[in-house]
């Protein structure tokens, strides 16, 4: 498979990066917690920037963009400085990422649901819960995949088309070329710019923040690891009235669906881990079976969501509409946490029995229909 062998030469990649980046700290990053933990660059999703492309100067050095950006760390603000037409596409990243989210959660008891504060997703964000594990993971993947596009699209200086190897398995007459995604640009972009936030900052080794730390990282790396297991090579078809006489293949990246539904399972079967004293994740419970890079992981128990709660930053879940019928996390029994529902009957009125007359109209009857709908008390 062309996948598994872009796959193993970034493993190799994303561990040297690592090492590099290692050599590179010393002290001098050691930075201030207040701006690691007020805030998080996740706001980037939610800037409007749009707005900011119409600034004549915004990648010049007199309009500061990088210190203007909310969230990010002073690691994240070299990176940013470097690749000052990248905050763009990142910003865009981590927009697809969290409309995803919301996707995938619509009918559970957590749905994503974005609070207007500095951390996106509220106070849960301290909570280094599945849900917390799945936000990570989701948004890296987004900048990936978005990032990798962004070069694709010419719209980043510093790369372009992939030039992947040509995978063996491809058929002898078929032609290596088109514009690629580039998998290998945005996956290390994002490695670089996402977990330097990690990395910066000295914690006790084998504390629960080190714990913290290294689930970010691990799910981070799922994310980015999702986006390229379910990218495949793609073929298409040249020559005079379709008679496909040339073919060319290239790599191409998934959906972002796809990648939202791999996660989504992902995060169903997440591992419960901790940090050992010598600062190592291991497994939570005995008897299960070791995550592997592709899995997710968290450290603490979730909250049930069910009730509202400031504290926490939880929403609760009365007046979600919720599935009579459905036996899943989706119906009411569920989704209410056995408080009950209130029934509502709602009138709409259709265009139904619709026929086609000579010539040209069709012409419709308005049915009315009475459907039921549910919420939770
Ligand atoms: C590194 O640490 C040493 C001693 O702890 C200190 O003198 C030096 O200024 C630090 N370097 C930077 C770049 O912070
Ligand atoms: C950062 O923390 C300060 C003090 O805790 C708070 O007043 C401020 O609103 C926070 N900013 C963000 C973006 O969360
Ligand atoms: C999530 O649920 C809350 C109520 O618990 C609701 O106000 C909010 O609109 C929902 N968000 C999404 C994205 O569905
Ligand atoms: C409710 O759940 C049932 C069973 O899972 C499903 O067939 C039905 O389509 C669902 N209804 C809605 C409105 O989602």
Known sequence: MASSSVFRYLVLLAALVWILELAECGNGTVLRDTAWSNGSWFTMGLLDFEKWSNQPNLFSPKFRLCTKLPGLTAGQRRVCRRHKDHMAVVSQGVKVSIDECQY????????????GDGTVFGPLTHIASRESAFTHAITSAGVSLTVSRGCRDGRLASCGCARAPRPRSLHRDWLWAGCGDDLQYGYKFTESFIDIRERERKVKRGSREQGRQ????????????AVISKSKVTCKCHGVSGSC?????????????????????????????????????????PGYSVPTAQHLVYLEDSPNYCVSDDALGSLGTAGRQCNKTSQGLDGCDVLCCGRGYNTKKV?????????FKWCCRVECNTCVITREEFTCK
């Open 245 to 285: 006489s040339l073919i060319t293949c290239w790599q191409q990246l998934p959906s972002f669906r796809e990648v939202g539904d791999d996660l989504r399972e992902k995060y169903e079967v997440a591992t419960e881990v901790k940090v050992s004293r010598r600062g190592r994740l291991r497994l939570g419970q």
């Open 104 to 115: 995938q959660f619509k009918y559970r008891r957590w749905n994503c649901s974005v609070i």
């Open 214 to 225: 290294l689930m970010n990282r691990h799910n981070n790396e799922a994310g980015r690891r």
């Open 347 to 355: 009138v709409l009125r259709e265009r139904c029995e619709c026929s």
